[in-house]
């Protein structure tokens, strides 16, 4: 299993960001996959979900409306699209498979927010 992010980088308050994570390894269309993220002194947490087909998504409280998650099975690739973001979405970004019971976690791509 391979997951591989992309994407990130410096954006102002208020600004958009679109990540992507590059799947190989499994069958990519038969997983749900999230993403996660971690900011600097503080533990990972949950980002935002989709199902295998990609007909459901769900994200965490503070995401909501401005998040947006989607997958392209044709790809390999899940998408995070990133609005109106604020300082304190500063942090590194995972994609992540569970697959077997086993987490599977990508390097990770780094969103600073700043102006």
């Known amino acids: 299993v391979q997951l591989v992010e992309s994407g990130g980088g410096l954006v102002q308050p208020g600004g958009s960001l679109r990540l992507s994570c590059a799947a190989s390894?499994?069958?990519?269309?038969?997983?749900?996959m999230s993403w996660f993220r971690q900011a600097p002194g503080k533990e990972r947490e949950f980002v935002a979900g989709?199902?295998?087909?990609?007909?459901?998504?769900n994200f965490a409280d503070s995401m909501k409306g401005r998040f947006t998650i989607s997958r392209d099975n044709a790809k390999n690739t899940v998408y995070l699209q990133m609005n109106s973001l604020k300082p304190e979405d500063t942090a590194v970004y995972y994609c992540?498979?569970?697959?077997?019971?086993?987490?599977?976690w990508g390097k990770g791509t780094l969103v600073t927010v700043a102006s």
């Open positions: 992540n498979v569970v697959r077997w019971g086993m987490d599977y």
């Open positions: 390894g499994f069958t990519f269309s038969s997983y749900a």
């Open positions: 989709i199902t295998s087909t990609g007909g459901s998504t």
